[in-house]
């Protein structure tokens, strides 16, 4: 039985690897990608950044699920709704409280407000990552 | 008194060590890259296509290609059938070491 612990800490530690590192990188990226708000001018220039950095971002991503060699999670016997809406509604809720949280700290008087909000978002998104993932059923937890 | 049977849920293709800690790596996971595998239980390719091919061949595993790519990975899991195999099995035997411990 000693086998079937092994693998399964086999299977979360290959999992677990790159996730110490792309969480900090998700967080530094996001954190320039609003601090970069306050130092450029010019709306295009802005644009262009944003969209540079969130490309790093979804190659990051891809490069992170391509070097992956396990899947921990389970695999669904078929739809499932409820699980999926309870998701879709923690990470809708999640990105919505983002949105009034960087509103309410561009509205406020700060030199610096978008610096301020990637600071917040810096901690935020890796930790709505984290919530997120942690709702996704494992496999073999029962066996 | 007669004596027990044997347990209808261990599976006999199970009872193999290496087929077992394949097994194990696989139900531990929802799917595995083949080589991710490989390393684990310590085998070479063309040995551990072997035992994915039996395992295949009594439904418990499936396994596929990439489609696309330059360097294409496969990959393994067990099917849903396979999976509820593998866990009786596991749990059986289980049952059957804290049984031994008791006695």
Same mark, same amino acid.
């Given at each position: 039985m000693a086998e079937v612990d &092994? &693998? @399964?800490r086999a299977v979360d530690t290959a999992h677990r690897r790159n996730?110490?590192?792309?969480? &900090?990188a998700t967080s530094v990226l996001t954190f320039l990608d609003f601090a970069a708000k306050d130092e450029i001018t010019g709306p @295009? @220039? @802005?644009m262009v950044a944003s969209a540079v950095i969130q490309a790093a971002l979804l190659g990051l991503s891809l490069l992170d699920v391509r070097g992956s060699q396990v899947v921990p999670y389970a695999p669904g016997d078929g739809p499932q709704p409820a699980l999926a809406g309870k998701i879709a509604g923690v990470g809708l809720g999640w990105y919505a409280a983002e949105r009034v949280a960087v509103h309410l700290i561009r509205r406020s008087r700060l030199t610096r407000p978008n610096t301020v909000a990637g600071l917040v978002l810096a901690v935020s998104r890796p930790a709505g990552y984290l919530a997120v993932t942690r709702m996704l059923p494992r496999a073999g937890r029962d066996a | 008194m007669p004596e027990p049977g044997p347990d209808t849920r261990l599976v006999p293709? /199970? /009872?193999d060590p290496t087929r077992l800690r394949i097994a194990a790596t696989l139900v531990a996971a929802g799917e595995v890259e083949f080589g991710f595998v490989r390393d684990r239980v310590g085998l070479s390719d063309s040995a551990l296509s072997k035992q994915l091919k039996a395992l295949a061949t009594a439904g418990l595993v499936?396994?596929?290609?990439e489609p696309t790519g330059s360097a294409r990975k496969s990959w393994v899991r067990l099917t849903g059938d396979g999976r509820e195999q593998v866990s009786a099995h596991i749990l059986? /035997?289980?049952?059957?070491?804290?049984g031994g411990e008791r006695s």
């Amino acid at each position: 039985m000693a086998e079937v612990d &092994a &693998a @399964r800490r086999a299977v979360d530690t290959a999992h677990r690897r790159n996730v110490p590192i792309m969480l &900090a990188a998700t967080s530094v990226l996001t954190f320039l990608d609003f601090a970069a708000k306050d130092e450029i001018t010019g709306p @295009r @220039r @802005r644009m262009v950044a944003s969209a540079v950095i969130q490309a790093a971002l979804l190659g990051l991503s891809l490069l992170d699920v391509r070097g992956s060699q396990v899947v921990p999670y389970a695999p669904g016997d078929g739809p499932q709704p409820a699980l999926a809406g309870k998701i879709a509604g923690v990470g809708l809720g999640w990105y919505a409280a983002e949105r009034v949280a960087v509103h309410l700290i561009r509205r406020s008087r700060l030199t610096r407000p978008n610096t301020v909000a990637g600071l917040v978002l810096a901690v935020s998104r890796p930790a709505g990552y984290l919530a997120v993932t942690r709702m996704l059923p494992r496999a073999g937890r029962d066996a | 008194m007669p004596e027990p049977g044997p347990d209808t849920r261990l599976v006999p293709l /199970l /009872l193999d060590p290496t087929r077992l800690r394949i097994a194990a790596t696989l139900v531990a996971a929802g799917e595995v890259e083949f080589g991710f595998v490989r390393d684990r239980v310590g085998l070479s390719d063309s040995a551990l296509s072997k035992q994915l091919k039996a395992l295949a061949t009594a439904g418990l595993v499936e396994s596929w290609r990439e489609p696309t790519g330059s360097a294409r990975k496969s990959w393994v899991r067990l099917t849903g059938d396979g999976r509820e195999q593998v866990s009786a099995h596991i749990l059986a /035997l289980r049952e059957i070491a804290a049984g031994g411990e008791r006695s």
